[in-house]
Structures are given as structure tokens and as C-alpha cells.
């Protein structure tokens, strides 16, 4: 009997009011108390080890135990307002999850799902740092992962719980479960207790970046958005621009995982205060992904095959783009290969278009034409291109000063760039920005793109229909237009250009071989190699 109440009547009669409740709690706590106390004694005579029998006289004892927990789940439940007399007592309910008894261990965890409902309990258990005793009953008490998941899922909302249950291993533990789990209540709750911590503001991120070491990218994506298509992601096979994944690249996370949860739960069971650690070279070497170009999160030799993928966060991944060209500054396959993924991002989606100015790309970019001739500057060129179809960038062109000057240098300085630097000076010049015509003949671009029409060798016919679309769209300029007029007069080469027509020039099936096509393989503007530009002979005949 504690305060006047039989404890076992009690327990036979839950509902029963009572009449001081608050007062039965404590006195419920006190005696647990003395009862742990007792029990914690027993266990260091056991040095350190838990208990596995039970000798007659403590057995009075254990049932006190028993009874008095279940007393207070049902006083807990039954009078509710009342949990926070729990706040002080929480290292000795969370020290009754280590006994070596089943029953205690189930009354201790139904007692806490119901008191971490209350804020304040939850921040009082904070305060006692007794999460290593919680995420051991993860394994060691499988009939009551339901309630260790519930318990951890109302103590996540306090971030000190998260920074404590972090260091403690929760992600490894939880890792297991989403993982190698056979039942869907327990993944779905392991999802859903996932999605919660990653959208904690402080540790939030930190723990996005472990699970990245394990998982690719775009399940922590929908972990944090929809666990049901994490679940469903997770258990069949993709191949597309955002997520190879494979039987063999399941059973790889699922071996790793389960391989470290075992190692660390089984140090942890010795010493609940035990922290985990992560290597920090570590990753999961999936043999799927091996070799792959990744950017942003996206697959770019696939995302180059399925340039109408509609990836999850476009802008995101065009400014991951962006800064890669930047990175890979002298070439190679790898800038060839990120060049082609952001033209043909460009292309399918061209209201990203609009983004790039605020997001400060352009002037890098001119940067790196004029600073990175040959190859990067033919890359840099193409770039432009779809750039240049759009009025926002066009504006961006004209308020960076050093625009049209990088373009000569790009084109003077590979052949192959003549073509792609025509097309561009076409599609700038066209949208009528009298900001852009200064620039030009400030930069002599009009003499430069006349030199380009007298040579019958090395300039494509494309490429001189679009130097002449550009020249007469500079010449109607209405600030600048004069001046570009007087020079155009002065030369021979324009009288026998300046009345044709060439539309014949710029056709966009595949066996034309100009730079107006629709996007190839590669995700060019291209519609075919150089190779396939008209011949000496041919040129001859047309001009």
C-alpha cells in the first residue's frame, strides 16, 4: 500500500478517480526509487553484469517493481496533466531499461511514451543525457521497438535529444531498421522518425550529411518529403538521371549497415555512455555508381540521355553545374561531359534561363571564355549559346563589360568556336540591346565578324548566314545603328552579302550539320560534326 492506495486493487481498478493522483505518483516514483536503488546494488555485486536469475528473496522485491510501474502507466493515463511529476525521476526510469527483466522493461517504456507527450518531461530528459540506455532497447527488446521508436519520436523535437542521440549511434541503429527490417510499421516509424530529425534547423543538416555517406542522395531527399516513397524507393530497382540503384547496391547497404550496427551495439550494451563515431573518409562504395559523373545529386551521362528528365530541384542543379564548369577549367572529358549536361538542361527547361543572372554566372563565365581558350573556351562558347535566346541574359551580356570581347577571344582561338560564337552573336543581337551594340563596337566586333565572311576556307556557310543576321540586326540598332552602317558600306565583302537571303543556311535536320538543330546526343546545339560542314566545293557553288 503507498499513500493509502492498494497498489494491486489499483491495478485491477485503472479507472478509478483518485483523489490526490498527483501525490500517488510521487510516491509511486519514491518507492521505484528505493526499489532501483536495491536492484543497482545487486547488480554491482554482479560486477557490472546484468542480472540473469533471480534469488527467492529478491523476488518480492521485482513484483513490487512490477506492480508499482504499472500502477503508475495507468496513473500516467488515466489522470493526464500529471506527467511532469516525472521531471527529476527520469535517470531512474530510463536505469530500469537496463535490468535484465522483460516485464520491467515493457511497463518502463509504456510509462515514457506517455510522459514524453509533456514538454516539459521531454526537456527534463535532456537535461539527465540517458539516451545510450533508449537506443540499446532498439535491439535488445525487438517486441518493443514500436515504443522505443514512439519514445524517440516525441524526444526529437528537443534539439539537445537530437545532438545527444547523434553521438550516441541513433542513425546507425535506425540506419538497420529502415533497412533490414520485415516489418512495415517499424520501417514506416524508422522513416517518419528520419524525416523529423533532418528537419530540425540546427542538427538537422549534420545528420542529412551522415546518411549521405550511406544513402544516395535522392532518398534523404524524399525521406525528408514522403517516407512512404522513401520505403517504396528503397525496395525496387532504378536507372535513371537521379538514382542508379540496384538489388546489388541493396544488399551492399543493407550488409554494411547491418555489419557496423552490430559492432557498435554490441560495445554500447557494455557502456550505454559509449559515443559513435563515424570515419570520416567513409562512404558506402556502391559498384553500380562506379565511375559515374555526379552532379548536384543527378547522373549526368544519364541525365544527357533523358535531357527531358524532370529533376527534383532544377535550380539546384543548374547552379552545381555552373560552378563544376568552373572547376574543371582546362578540359577534358569530365568539363565536356558537364558542359553537355547544363546545354541540354538549358534547352529542356529554358525558363531556367532566367535564373542565371541573379545567380551571378554570366561574368564567370565570360571570365573563363576570355582567360581559357581552345577546348574550354569552344565549351564556354556553347554555353552561351541557348543563353542568348533569353532576354534576361542578354541584359546580364550587355552589363558585363567584358562580354563580347571574351567572345572574340573564344572564337579567334579554335576553329571549331567560329560556328558556335556566330550562332551566339546571332541570337544576342537579335533581341535589340542597344547596350550590347556599344559593346561591339567598342570590342571592333563588326570588322572581325566582315573578316569572317571573306574567309571562304575556314568559315562555315552556317556560320557566315549567322554573322549576317547578327550585322543587320547591330545596323537597326537604334542608339548605334549608324555607326555600324558606316562601317558595314565601307567594306567590299557586305554588298555581296547584305541582299541575300540564308535561310538556306540555317536548316535543323540532323544531316545539315549546322549549329541551329535541335539537341543531339550530347546535348549540343548541334545538329552533326564539323565534319559535316559544306565543302570548299559546296561553299563555292552557293556563294
Keep these: 500500500m503507498l499513500g493509502n492506495i492498494f497498489v494491486r486493487i489499483y491495478n485491477e481498478q485503472p479507472s478509478f478517480s483518485l483523489n490526490e493522483p498527483r501525490k500517488f505518483c510521487v510516491d509511486l516514483l519514491s518507492f521505484l526509487g528505493d526499489q532501483a536503488q536495491y536492484l543497482h546494488s545487486l547488480l554491482s555485486m554482479n560486477n557490472g553484469d546484468t542480472i540473469t536469475e533471480m534469488k527467492p528473496e529478491h523476488e518480492v522485491r521485482m513484483k513490487h517493481s512490477h506492480m508499482s510501474l504499472e500502477a503508475l502507466k495507468h496513473c500516467m493515463q488515466h489522470n493526464p496533466g500529471n506527467e511532469n511529476t516525472c521531471c527529476g525521476y527520469f535517470k531512474l526510469l530510463f536505469a530500469l531499461l537496463k535490468m535484465k527483466d522483460e516485464e520491467i522493461q515493457h511497463l518502463a517504456l509504456e510509462v515514457l511514451v506517455l510522459v514524453t ?195 527534383r530541384k532544377p535550380r539546384d542543379f543548374m547552379s552545381a553545374l555552373f560552378e563544376a564548369v568552373l572547376q574543371y577549367q582546362n578540359g577534358g572529358d569530365n568539363a565536356e561531359t558537364i558542359s553537355s549536361a547544363l546545354i541540354a538542361l538549358l534547352i529542356s527547361q529554358p525558363i531556367l534561363a532566367e535564373q542565371v543572372p541573379p545567380l551571378g554566372h554570366v561574368p564567370k563565365l565570360m571570365q573563363l571564355i576570355a582567360s581559357k581558350p581552345g577546348d574550354c573556351g569552344r565549351l564556354g562558347l556553347q554555353i552561351l549559346v541557348p543563353l542568348a535566346g533569353n532576354d534576361s541574359c542578354v541584359k546580364t551580356f550587355c552589363n558585363t563589360p567584358s562580354s563580347i570581347s571574351s567572345i572574340m577571344i573564344a572564337m579567334r582561338n579554335g576553329q571549331d568556336a567560329v560556328a558556335v560564337g556566330a550562332e551566339v552573336c546571332h541570337k544576342a543581337f537579335t533581341k535589340n540591346q542597344p547596350g550590347l551594340v556599344a559593346q561591339a563596337l567598342q570590342s571592333e566586333l563588326v570588322p572581325y565578324l566582315l573578316s569572317l565572311l571573306e574567309d571562304v576556307v575556314h568559315t562555315p556557310a552556317s556560320a557566315k548566314a549567322q554573322v549576317v543576321i547578327a550585322l543587320k540586326a547591330m545596323q537597326m540598332d537604334v542608339m548605334n545603328g549608324g555607326k555600324v552602317l558606316e562601317k558595314l558600306e565601307n567594306s567590299p565583302i557586305w554588298a555581296s552579302y547584305k541582299d541575300q537571303k540564308h535561310d538556306l543556311f540555317l536548316e535543323t535536320t540532323r544531316t545539315a550539320g549546322y549549329l541551329t538543330g535541335p539537341v543531339g546526343a550530347a546535348g549540343y546545339l548541334t545538329a552533326g560534326p564539323l565534319t559535316s560542314y559544306p565543302t570548299l566545293r559546296h561553299l563555292s557553288t552557293l556563294l
Excluded at 127 to 155: D, F, I, T, W, Y
Excluded at 209 to 218: A, H, I
Design 117 to 311: 507527450r509533456n514538454q516539459d518531461c521531454v526537456n527534463s530528459i535532456a537535461e539527465a543525457k540517458v539516451m545510450g540506455c533508449l537506443l540499446v532497447m532498439l535491439m535488445l527488446l525487438p517486441s518493443s521497438r514500436s515504443s522505443v521508436l514512439q519514445v524517440l519520436h516525441a524526444l526529437v523535437s528537443n534539439t539537445t535529444i537530437i545532438k545527444e542521440v547523434l553521438v550516441k549511434g541513433s542513425l546507425i541503429y535506425l540506419l538497420h531498421l529502415f533497412c533490414n527490417s520485415s516489418a512495415p510499421n517499424i520501417r514506416e516509424d524508422t522513416a517518419l522518425l528520419f524525416s523529423k530529425m533532418l528537419s530540425d534547423k540546427l542538427v538537422g543538416p549534420k545528420v542529412r550529411l551522415v546518411l549521405l555517406k550511406f544513402l544516395p542522395s535522392l532518398f534523404v531527399e524524399a525521406l525528408s518529403d514522403s517516407c512512404e516513397t522513401a520505403i517504396h524507393m528503397f525496395d525496387n530497382n532504378h536507372e535513371n538521371p537521379e538514382l542508379v540503384w540496384s538489388d546489388e547496391s541493396r544488399e551492399k547497404l543493407c550488409g554494411t549497415v547491418q555489419k557496423m550496427m552490430t559492432l557498435h551495439f554490441k560495445e554500447q550494451l557494455k557502456n550505454q555512455d559509449m559515443d559513435w563515431r563515424l570515419p570520416a573518409d567513409f562512404n558506402v562504395k556502391y559498384t553500380d555508381m562506379a565511375g559515374e559523373l555526379v552532379v548536384g545529386g543527378v547522373f549526368l551521362k544519364h541525365f544527357i540521355k533523358q535531357p527531358s528528365w524532370g529533376v
